[in-house]
């Protein structure tokens, strides 16, 4: 009897080793929509005696060559290969979802039955050219208030990755908040709304490691708005007996609506002009030295204000002609912080200088560029000549010098050249020469000779 159990047990084994299978199916990825298949193989596979079947964890799909779940994007196949008792067993899924993501097996329905390896499916989506998209939770803010900026993607697999930047620059993931709703994914960026914000743009860019093109959103100009910040000007000392002029310098956002001017004490009504941010001060007396001035700017965010203190210097009288000492001229120490030298770099006399060194390098540019060159066009330029053919005629300058000489001695003059006709010295000669610029070595010369009243050439 023990001997029976022993031989039952190693057929047992036997058998079990012959109808293992071969090998671990393999793991799949497929994007979502495509077709995935997944194959087991079999060794010493008695299709006749033995049923193999596909499973994913608990849930059976199919027996042998039939699609036992209620699926009909899955068919099977049991292939015999060329091989004894060698076969393929795959499994069809068409239009894959998300859903049928998960482990994925093998089994021969025996006892005890035989289980492959687990294949594991894992479906790859792409992300929609809609996403992200990028909002925030108000229009605009005030200073001090939370802005909340949001990034939006799909929850999809594998997860893709959301990073926030300002200005090229990426924000850190610790100032990330991130959440998970249905098949949504949310990154907030939470911050307190600050004046260097206003105008500044924020981007959120989303990556996944299955494609290499990054799809990315941007906020542009956020809206921060501030109260007013005011600074009072001027661009010169403050002289007494001589008009002044204040500038009231804002920033704001949203603009400012509103000016008003105050002084402590107060001055009267004919001391001073106002018109919105420019204040004028009508020769106002040494008596007004150190009061207060201040300006306010209001827009709907509120009312920011600026204070100055009046320093003026006294009265200073000049001649055109004449420039005073340096001691004769009290500078108030708010012109010596400002660096306002009445006799330095902004005396209207450099100005002058400046002036007619300009008027004069403006002339000789007329002259060189202007002038010398139509002085030669006209005066120095050879001139044509067309005829009645039009035709151009070249003109040569020509110059003449003219010569009459007699004799009363009754004599030929030897000074004179022979002439021409007889080889004999002539009585009188007149002469003239014309020289071409073009041609200076030629000259020519016209002989007359007078006898018995007829003139011979």
């Known amino acids: 009897m023990c001997l029976q159990n022993i031989y039952l047990l190693l057929v047992l084994l036997y058998y079990a080793q012959a109808e293992l299978f071969t090998a671990k199916p393999k793991d799949v990825e497929e994007f979502e929509g495509q077709i995935a298949t997944l194959k087991c193989f079999l060794g010493e596979f008695i299709e006749a005696k033995y049923v193999v079947s596909w499973w994913k964890a608990g849930s059976k799909l199919t027996e042998q060559n039939e699609v036992v779940t209620m699926d009909e994007r899955m068919t099977v196949n049991l292939d015999e290969l060329p091989y004894p008792g060698a076969f393929s ?19 021969i329905d025996r006892t005890p039955p035989i289980t492959s390896g687990i ?18 939770s108000a229009n605009s803010y005030i200073v001090g208030s939370q802005v909340k900026l949001t990034c939006t993607c799909e929850l999809l697999s594998p997860p893709v990755n959301l990073v926030w930047s300002r200005e090229g620059s990426f924000i850190l993931p610790m100032d990330i ?35 290499p093109k ?26 007494a007996k001589i008009d002044s002029i204040l500038f009231c310098q804002s920033f704001a956002n949203p603009p400012v609506t509103g000016f008003k001017w105050t002084f402590t004490p107060v001055l009267n009504a004919y001391e001073y002009i106002t ?22 700017a209001e827009n709907k965010i509120g009312i920011g204000r600026n204070t100055m203190t009046l320093h003026m210097t006294k009265e200073i009288r000049r001649n055109d002609n004449i420039q005073k000492n340096d001691n004769d001229l009290e500078i108030s120490p708010e012109a010596e912080e400002n660096n ?10 450099i100005s002058l200088y400046v002036v007619i060194i300009i008027i004069i390098l403006v002339v000789i540019i007329v002259v ?29 300058t020509v110059y003449y010098d003219p010569r009459d000489r007699s004799s009363n001695s009754g004599l030929y003059d030897r000074s004179l050249p022979r002439l021409p006709n007889t080889g004999h010295y002539g009585h009188w000669r007149h002469s003239f020469a014309s020289q071409v610029p073009e041609d200076l070595d030629q000259q020519g010369y016209m002989y007359i000779e007078e006898r018995n009243g007829q003139n011979t050439l």
């Open 89 to 107: 067993y795959s499994l069809l899924i068409t239009n894959i979802l998300l859903k049928d993501e998960g482990g994925y097996h093998c089994q």
């Open 177 to 211: 908040q991130t959440e998970e709703l249905e098949d949504f994914v949310y990154k907030h960026y939470i911050f307190t709304a600050q004046k260097d914000d206003n105008d500044a743009t924020f981007m959120c860019q989303q990556k996944t490691k299955i494609i």
């Open 119 to 136: 294949a594991r499916l894992t479906v790859l989506q792409v992300p929609s050219v809609e996403y992200p998209k990028c909002t925030k």
């Open 275 to 296: 018109d919105g941010q420019v204040l004028t001060l009508t020769k106002l007396s040494m008596d007004r030295n150190g009061t207060r001035i201040t300006c306010s």
């Open 340 to 349: 306002l030298d009445i006799y330095g770099k902004d005396n209207p006399s």
């Open 368 to 396: 060189v560029v202007v002038i010398i060159p139509v002085y030669y066009q006209c005066f120095c330029k050879t001139r044509t000549t067309i005829n009645t053919s039009g035709r151009e005629i070249y003109q040569p």
């Open 214 to 239: 990054i799809q990315n959103c941007t906020i542009r100009n956020l809206n921060i708005q501030y109260r007013p910040e005011v600074k009072i000007q001027h661009t010169s000392a403050l002289f």
